[in-house]
T-cell receptor
Framework: DTEVTQTPKHLVMGMTNKKSLKCEQHMGHRAMYWYKQKAKKPPELMFVYSYEKLSINESVPSRFSPECPNSSLLNLHLHALQPEDSALYLC????????????FGDGTRLSIL | SQQGEEDPQALSIQEGENATMNCSYK?????LQWYRQNSGRGLVHLILIRSNEREKHSGRLRVTLDTSKKSSSLLITASRAADTASYFC????????????FGSGTRLQVQP
């Protein structure tokens, strides 16, 4: 079992829908991350939150909107996505932002129709 | 562009054999980490080696780091079918950015 929980595990949505991905950790970590991973490719960093503040935004399109309501929760709000946004979305956390090992959830498999 | 490139892209071995994966990177780093990803799952941290270390062991894993060549290797000894997974190196470039960049990965298949 992973210590980072992501919901839902699978999500199918149309290009006009609005949905949210959720991530939760209770390890007391103060850095949380969103990654996008395409098949047979490495994870690509999207956003980093450090102490609930957005620290890094890797020039992600505005149809992806992150939110960190508190130190344990991380959301990714989705709106008007494109078919090329279909991917595995991974959440991770670490004690602090930087060089420490990251703990990953099992991801949300997103399919855009 | 990706910081780390790994080779081979894919590796198939028999159970009991050793598996070696290599990672090359481009810039100075604070540390280098290795992760495993089973099919359909998230990544699992395996080992971290700091830039001032040359070798590190953890169970059946041995990692080396050569900062002069900007390269690292991961050796899995006495492989098992359960080691079948993708393996990624991840670097923390010494740029103050404080974020990992993952290599392209090696897909390891261990035949029982």
């Amino acid at each position: 079992d992973t210590e980072v929980t992501q919901t839902p595990k699978h999500l199918v949505m149309g290009m006009t829908n609005k949905k949210s991905l959720k991530c939760e950790q209770h390890m007391g970590h103060r850095a949380m991350y969103w990654y996008k991973q395409k098949a047979k490719k490495p994870p690509e960093l999207m956003f980093v939150y450090s102490y609930e503040k957005l620290s890094i935004n890797e020039s992600v399109p505005s149809r992806f909107s992150p939110e960190c309501p508190n130190s344990s929760l991380l959301n990714l709000h989705l709106h008007a996505l494109q078919p090329e946004d279909s991917a595995l979305y991974l959440c991770a956390s670490s004690q602090r932002q930087g060089y420490q090992p990251q703990h990953f959830g099992d991801g949300t498999r997103l399919s855009i129709l | 562009s990706q910081q780390g490139e790994e080779d081979p892209q894919a590796l198939s071995i028999q159970e009991g054999e050793n598996a070696t994966m290599n990672c090359s990177y481009k810039t100075s780093i604070n540390n280098l980490q290795w992760y495993r990803q089973n099919s359909g799952r998230g990544l699992v941290h395996l080992i971290l080696i700091r830039s001032n270390e040359r070798e590190k062991h953890s169970g059946r894993l041995r990692v080396t780091l050569d900062t002069s060549k900007k390269s690292s290797s991961l050796l899995i000894t006495a492989s098992r079918a359960a080691d079948t997974a993708s393996y990624f190196c991840a670097t923390d470039p010494d740029t103050g950015r404080r974020a990992l960049t993952f290599g392209s990965g090696t897909r390891l298949q261990v035949q029982p």
